[in-house]
């Protein structure tokens, strides 16, 4: 199974929807071409929402994500979490990197300006 994902806006923030699996190959470089297309535009405020499911592969997208946004002056966010995304990253010790929220509105506004 691959990832779908669409995109919208909400007061200037970028909301990536995710249905489906962050893995290797398909999912991964999806990720990754739709954070590196939003940076070259100008968003640098991303939120990405609700993943099913992550592999090792997926969690490197995610780091490599966060990293090419935080280069740019940017900043990305994790919204919806399902709970083994979330244990994984607690596992990881990758829960203290990421700022992960569970309310959009609540996520949306916990950007800086």
Same mark, same amino acid.
């Given at each position: 199974?691959?990832? $779908?994902?669409?995109?919208?806006?909400?007061?200037?923030?970028?909301?990536?929807?995710?249905?489906?699996?962050?893995?290797?190959?398909?999912?991964?470089?999806?990720?990754?071409?739709?954070?590196? $297309?939003?940076? #070259?535009?100008?968003?640098?405020? &991303?939120?990405?929402?609700?993943?099913?499911? &992550?592999?090792?592969?997926?969690?490197?997208?995610?780091?490599?994500?966060?990293?090419? #946004? +935080? +280069?740019?002056?940017?900043?990305? +966010?994790?919204?919806?979490?399902?709970?083994?995304?979330?244990?994984?990253?607690? &596992?990881?010790?990758?829960?203290?990197?990421?700022?992960?929220? $569970?309310?959009?509105?609540? #996520?949306?506004?916990?950007?800086? +300006?």
């Amino acid at each position: 199974m691959s990832i $779908d994902l669409s995109t919208r806006q909400l007061n200037g923030i970028t909301i990536v929807d995710l249905k489906g699996r962050i893995t290797l190959g398909e999912g991964s470089v999806t990720v990754r071409n739709t954070v590196h $297309d939003l940076l #070259a535009k100008g968003q640098k405020r &991303i939120l990405l929402n609700n993943a099913n499911y &992550i592999d090792s592969s997926g969690i490197g997208e995610l780091v490599s994500a966060f990293t090419a #946004a +935080k +280069k740019q002056g940017g900043e990305l +966010k994790l919204l919806n979490l399902t709970k083994k995304i979330h244990d994984l990253l607690q &596992i990881t010790k990758l829960y203290t990197v990421f700022d992960v929220k $569970d309310d959009e509105a609540l #996520a949306a506004g916990s950007f800086g +300006k």
